[in-house]
């Protein structure tokens, strides 16, 4: 498979805390947070106002607001009550399908038809919901994650959001990067073409980058270890050649010895501190941002 060649700049990884905020009372309040940033660049990965993409976004302005949503396009399709496009009201999410392979942005709708969203090429902005020339036609549903009409009721635990990346989010991610064409050719017995992510998965699994277990399932909610990552990235990306690196954790013989060896020969990684790779590892989200942003 041809590598990609990225025009995106790796960057360093940014923390910032969102405001402290009470939950909004209105859908009104969550748009005018949401227009505080407007402008603000359009960026791969991104999560604060130092650039998002488009469910960063939205996920920090639900933060802001105080209502926690996920943090994925796809997860966000998942979450909330689905809403017909003639029933709905300010602050609902809406979604589209701009790769041709499902659900892939998101924004957030306000009345007289418009929604504000991260664009890739204008960041932050708002736009006509039914804009004949793009987004009407890509227009796939919407969800409602909180009714702001109904009675104060007391609140559900939050649920904190996973820090490590699943099967699926990778998947969606290298289908998106690597172009992948997509593919309705689903043999896994916990992914149908219902799935948020089944046209991803799809694509992933044709392009030998990813498989089943024993049993058949993809097991699209699973976390990797950073050794499994190994052998996905170095087959995704066709990455080459060896290296003298040694971590104490991969010993020889390994099963992906050569595929770790193999990202440390192209600078993808350089392991822990300690010397190890961390082989058992769950792969942090930050991580495979850091992964991904450097294979130029």
Same mark, same amino acid.
């Given at each position: 498979?041809k ?11 940014i ?29 791969y990965?991104g999560?604060t ?12 302005v ?37 790769s041709g392979?499902g659900?892939?942005?998101v ?13 890739? %090429?204008q960041? /932050?902005?708002?736009?006509?919901l039914n ?12 969800r ?8 104060p009721? /007391? ?17 969606k ?10 593919? %309705? ?18 694509a992933?699994a044709?392009?030998g980058?990813?498989?089943g ?9 699973? %976390? ?12 995704a ?5 060896? %290296?003298? /690196?040694?971590?104490?954790?991969v010993?020889?013989?390994y ?20 010397g ?16 991904i942003n450097?294979?130029?």
């Amino acid at each position: 498979m041809k590598r990609i060649v990225y025009t995106i700049l790796a960057s360093l990884l940014i923390f910032m805390s969102v405001p402290e905020a009470a939950s909004a009372k209105s859908a009104d309040q969550v748009i005018n947070i949401g227009k505080k940033y407007m402008g603000i660049k359009y960026r791969y990965g991104g999560t604060t106002p130092a650039g998002f993409d488009c469910s960063g976004y939205t996920q920090y302005v639900f933060r802001e607001a105080g209502v926690s949503i996920p943090r994925t396009t796809g997860s966000q399709f998942g979450t909330g009550q689905a809403v017909a496009k003639s029933n709905l009201k300010t602050g609902d999410l809406v979604f589209f399908n701009t790769s041709g392979r499902g659900v892939s942005h998101v924004g957030i709708f306000i009345q007289g038809g418009k929604f504000i969203h991260a664009s890739t %090429s204008q960041g /932050v902005t708002i736009t006509a919901l039914n804009d004949p020339y793009y987004w009407g036609k890509r227009y796939i549903g919407a969800r409602r994650v909180k009714n702001f009409d109904a009675a104060p009721a /007391v609140a559900a635990p939050v649920q904190k959001e996973s820090p490590y990346i699943t099967r699926g989010e990778v998947a969606k991610v290298l289908a998106e990067k690597l172009n992948l064409p997509a593919s %309705s050719d689903l043999n896994f017995n916990d992914v149908d073409a219902n799935h948020p992510l089944a046209a991803e998965i799809g694509a992933a699994a044709a392009a030998g980058i990813f498989g089943g277990d024993n049993n058949g399932n993809f097991n699209p909610n699973e %976390s990797l270890t950073r050794a499994q990552l190994a052998k996905v990235l170095v087959d995704a990306f066709d990455l080459t050649g060896s %290296s003298d /690196v040694q971590f104490t954790d991969v010993k020889p013989g390994y099963w992906a010895e050569r595929h770790i060896n193999t990202l440390a020969t192209n600078k993808v990684t350089s392991g822990y501190a300690d010397g190890s790779f961390g082989i058992a590892n769950k792969v942090e989200k930050k991580h495979f941002d850091t992964f991904i942003n450097r294979l130029n």
